[in-house]
């Protein structure tokens, strides 16, 4: 085992016969990854979606016939592999099939699309397997385009309907055109609903490839491209409509067609019938790519810069954007960057839904450790934020490493990551997906045995993997004036009884319990304060849950317990402007009662957010921009007041919908 760097490490001793707790429902996750294929030959290029009930279905291409075939596989929540051993035969006909793409199918199966070469050349076929992994269509898969010459790369996006957009790059024009772009849609049967080998969303002249499509929302398709129709390469988007309808540019909407190359584009939805587009720059000279973006509205109307917002151009390299949704029309990028030397590391950027970039200028580091770290990919979490993933050298060849940060660009996990797998051998190529609980579950290339294989994690929305991922389920720690404050969720039934805390000055320990009680709230939350500490240090602590069955902690977590304030201090709202939510902190250097309202324009109280007393220390308050009965309250210019004894101090934010 190389290069642990996880937030905790469960100890398992003998299972007895007796158990207090049911640790089977979720020792099934293990340390360095769960076996998904381990047959003989290589298994490469694995794509995973959720299965909507915390688990995942993995698709991967498979050498352990005498070419490349597609398997699957599903796991469940805890990490069970649910269909055969290895994985179901999605297709083994003869000629080799490459390159599968995954989508849900909406009822715990999967549409699976790839690039099948049964006859020379290429085609696209797709198929359907339900929920036990039955394969749904014709055996090996329906006929999405065979027309002459070849048909490579597909992608796939659910339509909503129990069937699935998909498109490909296409040389059928290459005497005149070159590469091209295609689209077809298929419904729940398999049966392909607009014209026989696709509808046409570029013959440009010049080479249209690296195709990434998304549904609209409407059981039609948005897809973007990369397009050298103008000689350097440009990125360009098509919308096509249910029922096969080309509704934007002939030959596509252009995205951005400035200097030299646009590369890779990404794409997501905004959730209102547009998309949102990321993509590799060379603008800069040619020599030093960045990263930009563009929205693009139903109606395809680019809504951001003309030619894209910068996300990121820092010096150096910054290379292949991933990009997800950030619940609130925005996008939250990721890319690996190569500002501070020799090494690459990895970035991320969120931008509102006006193209504002949110976080710091050029973005957040989510990792900087030695050596590189490449290949991000990444997740929404479900509440403004992401989860991502990359494979990293910082030890000895590559593992996967995540972070999660949170809506204001907050790593939520160790810095620097944590290991999700370690693994000997290489772990490369990671791709992401959520868990539904603010988590995620990662599968990749595996070579500890000597040769590739699949292997899948789950981490928890705390940074937990392996058995403890679903155990706890969420911390949180605060250090004020002499007193440190955990909360955590447990992803499972226990008894306050048998939780522990332990506390060490250092990193590395000893760790001492503490006598203090952990408390229960409401369902599985629990909390712990400790008074025992100093103000200005470090401390790093462990939550233990004991049983019969052994022992498993989260941490080490290090909290800073800050100094008591030496005044009155009310901080700007950030973000300011904001949409949908802000964050408001203050500092309070003696115990007493405190304020927090929230006024508008006219000096009407619009909320109260804080009307309590407190003991000194620092304090932040989230306003969600609505008002005291639950409603969202209009753009505008809004003011908090802070009252505490003879102090008041009122600041202004701005809510921009």
């Known amino acids: ?66 070419d490349s075939d597609i398997y699957a596989q599903r796991l469940d929540a805890s990490g069970a592999a649910l269909w055969p051993a290895n994985g179901v035969p999605i297709c083994t006909t003869s000629g080799g099939q490459v390159l599968p793409e995954i989508a849900s199918d909406g009822a715990g199966g999967a549409i699976i699309v790839w690039e099948d070469r049964r006859v020379p050349g290429g085609d696209i076929y797709v198929q359907r397997v339900d929920a036990s992994g039955l394969a749904l269509w014709a055996t090996n898969g329906v006929p999405v385009c065979t027309t002459d010459a070849s048909q490579v790369n597909p992608e796939i996006a659910s339509d909503g309907w129990g069937g699935a957009v998909i498109g490909w790059q296409d040389f059928r024009g290459a005497g005149v055109t070159g590469w091209e772009i295609y689209v077809q849609r298929v419904d729940a049967s398999g049966i392909a609903l607009w014209t026989a080998d696709g509808v046409a969303a570029s013959t440009a002249w ?39 309808t080309v509704l934007w540019a002939t030959d596509g909407e252009t995205v951005c067609i400035v200097l030299e190359n646009q590369r890779y584009p990404e794409i997501v939805s905004d959730g209102e019938g547009g998309a949102i587009i990321a993509w590799t720059d060379y603008r800069d000279g040619g020599a030093t790519p960045d990263i930009y973006i563009q929205r693009v509205d139903e109606s395809g109307t680019m809504l951001w810069t003309e030619g894209g917002v910068s996300v990121c151009s820092a010096a150096g390299d910054q290379f292949e954007p991933a990009i997800a949704p950030d619940d609130a029309g925005g996008a939250i ?61 910082r030890v000895s060849g590559y593992d996967i490493y995540g972070q999660r940060v949170d809506s204001l660009g907050t790593a939520l996990w160790m810095p620097g990551g944590v290991s999700l797998c370690s693994a000997a051998g290489n772990q490369r190529f990671p791709c992401v997906t959520t868990d539904g609980e603010g988590g995620a579950i990662a599968a990749w290339h595996d070579s500890r045995s000597g040769s590739d294989d699949i292997y899948a994690q789950r981490v928890s929305a705390a940074g937990c993997s392996g058995p403890t991922a679903l155990t706890f389920a969420s911390v949180s720690a605060t250090g004020t004036s002499g007193c440190v404050e955990l909360s955590w969720q447990m992803g499972i039934e226990v008894d306050a009884g048998n939780l522990v805390v332990e506390r060490s000055e250092w990193p590395e320990g000893p760790f001492l319990s503490l006598n203090a009680p952990v408390l229960r709230g409401e369902g599985l939350s629990f909390s712990f304060t400790d008074r025992g500490v100093l103000s200005g240090r470090s401390y790093w602590y462990k939550i233990v849950l004991l049983s019969f069955s052994g022992r498993e902690y989260y941490g080490p977590l290090e909290v800073y317990v800050e100094p008591t304030p030496v005044a009155y201090k009310v901080h700007q709202s950030y973000p300011n402007p904001f949409n949908p939510t802000c964050t408001i902190r203050y500092e309070m250097p003696v115990a007493g009662a405190v304020s927090l309202r929230v006024f508008d324009v006219s000096g009407s109280i619009v909320r109260t957010l804080v009307d309590t007393s407190v003991q000194p220390g620092a304090y932040s308050e989230v306003w969600d921009g609505r008002d005291q009965s639950g409603r969202e309250v209009p753009s505008g210019v809004y003011f908090y007041r802070l009252e505490a004894g003879d102090f008041g101090l009122t600041r202004k934010a701005i809510l921009l919908r």
């Not at 905790?8 to 020792?27: D, E, I, R």
């Not at 769960?34 to 794509?47: H, L, R, W, Y």
């Not at 688990?55 to 991967?60: H, K, P, Q, R, S």
């Not at 190569?338 to 973005?363: E, F, M």
């Open 1 to 66: 085992m190389r290069g642990l760097d996880t937030l905790w490490k469960p100890f398992l001793f003998v299972l007895l016969l007796g158990t207090l707790l049911s640790v089977c429902a979720f020792a099934a996750w293990q340390d360095e990854g769960n076996p998904v294929c381990t047959e003989t030959g290589t298994q490469q290029f694995a794509d995973v979606i959720p299965d909507g009930a915390g688990g995942a279905i993995v698709v991967w291409e498979d050498y352990r016939g005498p």
């Open 333 to 393: 990028v990721t890319w690996y960057d190569k500002r501070n030397g020799l090494d690459y590391d990895i970035y991320a950027q969120r931008l509102d839904t006006l193209g504002v970039p949110l976080w710091t200028a050029d973005g957040v580091l989510v990792c900087a450790a030695a050596n590189h770290q490449e290949w991000p990919v990444i997740t929404a979490d479900g509440t403004g934020g992401a989860v991502i993933a990359w494979h990293d050298m």
């Open 206 to 244: 010049g080479t249209q490839w690296y195709p990434e499509i998304i549904s609209d929302g409407a059981g039609g398709a948005i897809v973007t491209w990369a397009d050298r129709r103008n000689w350097n390469s440009d990125v360009f988007v098509q919308r096509i409509d249910a029922s096969g």
